[in-house]
């Protein structure tokens, strides 16, 4: 991965004292397990105010479906159990840890264990690192992942998905910038980009550095970063000019956070559990998101998030990735 340095755009913008509480809950909490890119919030409060993680139980009432859990492979219904990878980013709406610093939320960690009530197992939760967790399904460690994993041609080749929300790519800066909305990468020629390592954003911006050598501008310099709080601290700071995340994640950030502005939608992609090439889960799992979905639970979890933009109709099995 390119790491040219390129002259930073300098800010003499003191850091707000909110973000700078919001930081340091973060950096707390992600300590305590692996941190990922995981990516928007329960309620979006003004910039400056409490940042309450919504905790409202929407998953306890969920009952086992048998049409969906004879889906499932015989071995898996007989052992009751699931291995579970997950990503704790430390920023809503995708996982993160409460002030115990042990018990993960989540919008992911809803809609798994609503999926494994509704099948009628339990999860045996890991926290992973997100660039760790897709190389760790082949080799049989964990029967599935959740981290906001966007489904793509490129992972499709060998990991399995099963839809249940539909994020995407966006961008968010300091309100002090000049850009308004980026539509073409060559908006970003010259500046210092933060993201997550090993996410879609990564590859994105690694695939799309050449339109600034096309265009005879100086190329942008991909900065990558575990945590999400680092990656907003760079920004706050000065020493990024502008984050590539999820839609979700960053209307978060802006909602939560003092002198953000949120530059809009870039390009929207299926999000999935992810799961090992050829398994035998997917057809279960498909079942029991519909099966949310039909008796208002998904509903209620994405109320709970505040990401009722990303709703889905019906959950798809590896559908191709979604071109505009």
């Known amino acids: 991965m390119s790491k040219s340095a390129h002259p930073r755009i300098q800010h003499s913008r003191r850091i707000p004292a909110a973000f700078a509480l919001i930081t340091a809950a973060t950096l707390t909490l992600t300590a305590c397990g692996s941190g990922g890119s995981a990516d928007t919030t329960g309620g979006a409060a003004p910039a400056g105010s409490s940042d309450k993680i919504p905790t409202t139980d929407v998953v306890s ?11 499932l492979p015989s071995d898996v219904r007989e052992r009751g159990t699931l291995n579970l990878a997950t990503a704790v980013g430390g920023s809503p709406p995708g996982n993160t840890y409460l002030e ?5 939320v989540g919008q992911d960690a809803d809609f798994a264990e609503a999926v494994a009530r509704t099948l009628g197992l339990k999860l045996k939760r890991e926290p992973a690192s997100f660039e760790a967790i897709l190389p760790a399904l082949d080799s049989g ?14 992972r499709r080749k060998t990991i399995d998905f099963v839809t249940y929300i539909n994020d995407g790519q966006g961008f968010a800066v300091r309100d002090d910038s000049k850009l308004k909305k980026v539509t073409d990468f060559k908006q ?8 997550g390592a090993g996410t879609t954003f990564e590859v994105t911006l690694e695939d799309n550095k050449h339109v600034c050598d096309d265009a005879g501008k100086k190329p942008y310099s991909v900065k990558t970063y575990a945590e999400q709080s680092a990656i907003w601290g760079s920004l706050q700071q000065g020493r990024s000019d502008v984050v590539m995340s999820t839609i979700n994640g960053l209307r978060y950030a802006v909602a939560h956070q003092e002198g953000l502005k949120f530059l809009g939608e870039y390009h929207r992609l299926d999000v999935g559990f992810a799961f090992k090439k050829g398994t035998r889960l997917a057809p279960a799992f498909r079942a029991a998101v519909n099966q949310l979905i039909a008796d208002g639970t998904y509903a209620r979890i994405l109320k709970k998030w505040d990401t009722q933009d990303s709703a889905i109709e019906k959950s798809q099995i590896s559908p191709p990735e979604i071109k505009d």
Not at 100 to 104: E, L, S
């Open 61 to 71: 009432s969920v009952k086992k479906n048998e049409a969906a859990a004879e889906l």
């Open 100 to 104: 115990d610093g042990k018990t993960i």
């Open 141 to 154: 460690k964990y029967d599935l992942g959740t981290g906001n994993f966007g489904v793509t041609e490129e």
């Open 188 to 195: 970003l020629c010259g500046l210092n980009v933060a993201t």
